[in-house]
């Protein structure tokens, strides 16, 4: 079962890259000798395993010849951060989520050291999808606190694949971050592209619903009905978004290394603004040109690449789209460069269409807006940050995000934001009525639309003080009056 890279495969791939590719292997390189069975494929030589945190990946292997490749990782359990003030108890390979990069060349001979950290709690182990033989080598790498396990393989087969912890209950494991991915090039390398990034997508299931402060337990009935509280890419939410966003120039092609953890999940991973000139499907051979959006299975990654055309922020989500907007499956890349109008011109002509008499499309209004009870007795201000906090998880964050950090280019901060500190009653019009049109926060220029939230004059008055005295805002209380005298105007 082992004889699975025949050199028809071998000689199908470098025709794949393109015939400079080809060329350049074949005449100035020795190593570029293909081999009837990747088995047979001699090594030359030790080398250290280069491991990188995600979003980034390894030097890439290029012509280098096959090698002994010594991977050393070790398993670390530790507290981090889903959003703002959610605190988790991850368990992870090298101490992110997902692991570390590994990246390889076929007929490399593994030799895989795994750690468990005298403090972690729990045995574990490594179940490789790169691997040929029993359970991936989680057999072999079963691991107790303290200890280090070594064991070998030879990459047969190339392609992008992931890796996870295979210890029971299994599912546990992976829901608790212990996932990443091992990347096998071909013969003579993957063709050059001018960036590269590391993307996995992973759902968690907390004992809290989404946002709910403190450390939040892992909760198994949730995983057991598929219930994720969360749906993120790279560990938590916003791991590639603000500062952290990607980046790439115009004219440059970037390649994802996308992966998918689950445990329950697929991903249907799309960029919005973008066209994936190549996806290679499911991480194998299999080249597909001109894709919008790619379907990634639970325990399977997929490489894509695209050249970015024009400049802006490009947003990077699963397109189950509550996930990408309201559980946090959602990244962005930055471009930087010339706008280039023959590919897009942006807004080119705004008229007035009023069918109906508004141009700003409402939410459909779920209750009555004018409840008779409202008359009851005012709320305190603990308890209207309470319940205005609780209508900004709900309601808000998809667009302006955890920390009121908004995204760059699509939704505008509410933190310490000028445009919102300048005026409460334009602010309370504009979760009334909605918002259309150029404005600009903080030196930053945005032009869409947001949409009259239906909500009534209590819940503006709460979400909005929540707002207020969040985020090094200028501490407003809103009322519900000041938000009816708005209504009423
Ligand atoms: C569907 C996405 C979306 C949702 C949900 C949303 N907004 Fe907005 N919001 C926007 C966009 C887009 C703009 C900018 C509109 C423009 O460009 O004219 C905006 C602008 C604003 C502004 C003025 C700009 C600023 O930064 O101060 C405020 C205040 C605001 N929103 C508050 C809220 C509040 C409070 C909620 C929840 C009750 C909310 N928004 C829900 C998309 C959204
Ligand atoms: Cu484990």
């Known amino acids: 079962m082992i004889i699975k890279f025949k050199r028809k495969n071998v000689v199908k791939l470098l025709f794949s890259f393109g015939a400079a590719a080809f060329l350049t292997a074949c005449v100035n390189d020795q190593s570029s000798k293909t081999y009837e069975n990747a088995l047979d494929i001699p090594v030359s030589q030790e080398m250290i395993a280069e491991l990188t945190d995600p979003p ?61 950290h005298p403090d972690n709690k729990l ?63 071909p013969e003579g390398g993957l063709e050059p592209v001018d960036r590269e990034y590391y993307i996995m997508q992973g759902d968690f299931y907390t004992e809290g619903k989404y946002g709910e402060r403190g450390l939040q337990a892992f909760d198994m009935q949730k995983a057991i009905d598929e219930k994720a509280d969360y749906v993120v890419f790279n560990g938590h939410v916003g791991a590639m978004t603000g500062d952290n966003a990607l980046t790439a120039k115009v004219g440059e092609t970037v390649r994802l290394f996308v ?86 011109a942006g807004e080119i002509y705004e008229g007035i269409y009023l069918p109906e008499g508004s141009v700003i499309q409402s939410m459909p209004s779920l209750g009555k807006k004018d409840d008779k009870k409202e008359e009851v007795k005012a709320l305190s201000f603990e308890e209207k940050m309470k319940f205005g906090k609780d209508k900004y998880m709900a309601t808000c964050v998809a667009c302006h995000q955890a920390n009121g950090q908004g995204i760059e280019g699509a939704f505008p901060p509410l933190a310490k934001a000028d445009y919102l500190n300048e005026d409460v009653d334009r602010a309370i019009d504009i979760v009334l009525n909605g918002k259309s049109g150029e404005i600009t926060v903080n030196g930053k220029k945005y032009n869409s639309v947001m949409t009259a939230q239906a909500l009534s004059d209590e819940d503006v008055a709460n979400v909005l003080t929540y707002v207020y005295n969040s985020w090094g805002n200028n501490k407003t209380d809103v009322t519900p009056e000041m938000v009816k005298a708005v209504r009423n105007r």
């Open 259 to 344: 992966g998918n953890g689950g445990p329950n999940l697929v991903s249907s991973f799309h960029v919005i603004g973008e066209i994936f000139d190549k996806v290679h499907v499911e991480g194998g051979d299999l080249v597909n040109d001109n894709v919008q959006t790619t379907l990634i299975p639970a325990g399977g990654a997929a490489i894509v690449e695209f050249k970015v055309d024009v400049p802006g922020s490009f947003i990077l989500v699963d397109h189950s789209i509550f996930r990408a907007f309201n559980k946090g499956a959602l990244a962005v890349l930055n471009v930087e460069g010339e706008e280039n109008e023959k590919v897009f």
């Open 123 to 185: 045995p574990h182990n490594i179940d490789l999808h790169a691997v040929n033989g029993p359970g991936g080598g989680a057999e072999s790498s079963f691991v107790a606190p303290g200890h280090e396990k070594i064991f070998s393989f030879k990459t047969l087969n190339p392609g992008l694949y992931v890796y996870h912890c295979a210890t029971a209950p299994v599912g546990m494991h992976i829901a608790n971050g212990m996932y990443g991915l091992i990347l096998v090039e």
């Open 56 to 116: 980034f990946v390894p030097t890439p292997v290029g012509k280098r010849k096959a090698k002994k490749l010594i991977v050393d990782l070790e398993i670390q359990e530790r507290e981090g951060e889903m959003v703002n003030g959610v605190k988790y108890v991850y368990w992870t390979f090298g101490g992110t989520v997902p692991g570390s990069f590994i990246r390889t060349r076929v007929g490399d001979e593994i030799e895989f050291k795994l750690k468990n």
